[in-house]
Structures are given as structure tokens and as C-alpha cells.
């Protein structure tokens, strides 16, 4: 999609660095990938209760609330997964911009789509956390029921079944869901947060 000349980027009074220092902490991207069932939603969520304790403004983006609303209009086709991220890096954008803490848990399979993503950040503002679960496990708990689903042939494009999952090649953070529990795998989030200077 090409830029219109008529659009005109407009500056804001107050800056991002403005609402960084009102909030008391820097602002940045946690993007949570990892299969269906491999823990995303419930380690962002774990992760933005403890930043709330800290008094960190916060917010998550789950992929299913987000699939409610904004990207209703989408489906599973490749074409649609690239679009779904690509919007959900432009709003995770914002909320940086916005001075807050944003958690983003979307299985978001390819690397190209993350990489994209990625890009629209500085390098101290954008963490991609690998939540790392063997298929057997996610399909194990499946949680919705959407690997039995995918097996019967109810649902298409299912990543890990009939559509690829492209694990991170160097991703900033590896949380083995199947190895430790949702509370360690959160402090040790927020541990690196604090070696970062972030929080």
C-alpha cells in the first residue's frame, strides 16, 4: 500500500518521552508468540497483573478479543494472518507512543509478519517472547478444543496442523510453558524488564 501525499503526518504537543516521565517508566512492546494452547494469553495476562501491583500503566492485546472487534473483517487466509498483524503492530505502536506498556498475544506463525512488526520500533522498545511448547502439550490441554477440531477437519489453516508455525531464531525472551509454571515464567518477564532499565 503506497503513502498518500495528501496525508500529512500531524506532531503532537506532548511527547512521548512526556508521558513516559508522567507514568514514571519507559514503554515498550512485549510480543507473546508461541502455538495455540502454549500459554500467550495466560503469561501476558500473568505478566500485566503484576506490572498493575507495580503501578505500571499496562494493557494487553489478546488475539481472540482482538478478532471481536477491530479485525472482525478478517479471516485465517495467509493474506488475512499478515493483515491481523500488521494492524495489531500499528495499534501495539501506538500504545508505546501512548507511554503504556503493551502485551501482545497472538500466535503470529511467520517470522516475516513479526519481523515486520518489529520494524516499526526502536530496538529498546520492541521484546518478541517465545512462549515454547511442543505441539503433543498444546494439543494435550487444548484449552478451546480447536486441535480436535482441526484433526476432524472442522477448521482450516490451524497452525501447527495444516498451516506452518515459524518458531523465533533469536527471540529477546524463551519462557518454556511445559517447564515452568505461568508465575516464574511472569517474574522472570519482569526481572529482565528491571535489567533493562524499562520499569
Not at 29 to 54: H, I, P, Q
Not at 116 to 143: G, N, S, T, W
Not at 149 to 154: L, M, P, T
Not at 156 to 177: L, N, Q, V
Amino acid at each position: 500500500m503506497t503513502h498518500n501525499p495528501n496525508i500529512i503526518w500531524h506532531p503532537t504537543a506532548i511527547t512521548k518521552s512526556d508521558r513516559q516521565s508522567l507514568n514514571g517508566h519507559k514503554s515498550c512492546a512485549l510480543w507473546f508468540t508461541g502455538l495455540s494452547g502454549s500459554g500467550k494469553s495466560v503469561l501476558a495476562n500473568a505478566v500485566d497483573e503484576k506490572l498493575y501491583r507495580m503501578g505500571i500503566q499496562s494493557y494487553v492485546l489478546d488475539g481472540d478479543n482482538i478478532r471481536h472487534g477491530l479485525n472482525k473483517d478478517l479471516g485465517f487466509q495467509t493474506e488475512d494472518r499478515i493483515e491481523n498483524i500488521r494492524r495489531i503492530g500499528e495499534v501495539a505502536k501506538l500504545f508505546v507512543d501512548s507511554g503504556q506498556m503493551i502485551l501482545t498475544a497472538f500466535i503470529s506463525p511467520f517470522r516475516e509478519d513479526r519481523d515486520m512488526v518489529r520494524a516499526l520500533f526502536p530496538e529498546e522498545e520492541f521484546f518478541e517472547i517465545y512462549v515454547k511448547c511442543p505441539l503433543h502439550v498444546c494439543e494435550q490441554r487444548d484449552p478451546k478444543g480447536l486441535y480436535k477440531k482441526a484433526r476432524n477437519g472442522e477448521i482450516k489453516h490451524f497452525t501447527g496442523i495444516d498451516s506452518p508455525y515459524e518458531a523465533p531464531r533469536s527471540p529477546d525472551f524463551i519462557i518454556e510453558s511445559d517447564q515452568i509454571s505461568i508465575s516464574a515464567g511472569a517474574d522472570l518477564i519482569i526481572t529482565e524488564l528491571q535489567s533493562k532499565g524499562i520499569i
